[in-house]
């Protein structure tokens, strides 16, 4: 059974910093892409970033330069670093599996971690 | 970038059809994904590829693609169906490739 247990949102106040975990079992980790998507309070979804399984990394305009995406394939676990924080970075914060041959799409999807940045 | 636009909401009664567009430029030369979002919990899949289904997805749950119109249709409406669908591409030639809609609230009366 695939599951992904993110964690390491919390309370932070603006210009600060988090880093986000998504511990990943039940399949291949090293072999799929891996995504976060977040969702602020009331809105919709938004993809932040993707990381894929050599390691190629692509990030939403909206975070690029403050957020970085990394994964350890010896821990099955991915990461998002971020920086910089800013009161619309508040949302839940989900990771996704990505899979696909040509277009990605998201099988799998954590409970999701809430950052909720206010000072 | 590209944008995906879907109305803020659709209502059908049970055991009707509801039908979500996802309108996007010639999006119909793409592959268009669909989740469906309950209150409350993570986004589910429920059709891939335009209209491939997931394991555990019923058949009431289909897809279509075409022009600049990609279409969810969910047959014979249940109480449960009532949530948020989102559909979803991914733009390989660009630089942050991950594109959702806005998100479709389908209420059942």
């Known amino acids: 059974e695939v599951q992904l247990l993110e964690s390491g949102g919390g309370l932070i106040q603006p210009g600060g910093s988090l880093r986000l975990s998504c511990a990943a079992s039940?399949?291949?980790?090293?072999?799929?892409?891996m995504s976060w998507v977040r969702q602020a309070p009331g809105k919709g979804l938004e993809w932040v970033s993707t990381?894929?399984?050599?390691?190629?990394?692509y990030y939403a305009d909206s975070v690029k330069g403050r957020f970085t995406v990394s994964r350890d394939n010896s821990k099955n676990t991915l990461y998002l670093q971020m920086n910089t924080l800013r009161a619309d970075d508040t949302a839940v914060y989900y990771c996704?599996?990505?899979?696909?041959?040509?277009?990605?799409?998201?099988?799998?999807w954590g409970q999701g971690t809430l950052v909720a940045v206010s000072s | 970038s590209y944008v995906l636009t879907q109305p803020p909401s659709v209502s059908v009664a049970p055991g009707l059809t509801a039908t979500i567009p996802c309108g996007g430029n010639n999006i119909g030369s793409k592959s268009v994904h669909w989740y469906q979002q309950r209150p409350g919990q993570a986004p589910v899949l429920v059709v891939y590829d335009n209209s491939d289904r997931p394991s555990g997805i019923p058949e009431r749950f289909s897809g279509s693609n075409s022009g600049n119109t990609a279409t969810l249709t969910i047959s014979t409406v249940e109480d449960g169906d009532e949530a948020d669908y989102y559909c979803q591409v991914w733009e390989n030639t660009s630089d942050h490739p991950g594109v959702f809609g806005g998100g479709t609230k389908l209420t059942v009366l």
């Open positions: 039940g399949f291949a980790f090293g072999t799929y892409a």
């Open positions: 990381v894929g399984s050599g390691g190629t990394r």
């Open positions: 996704a599996k990505a899979r696909g041959m040509i277009s990605w799409r998201f099988d799998y």
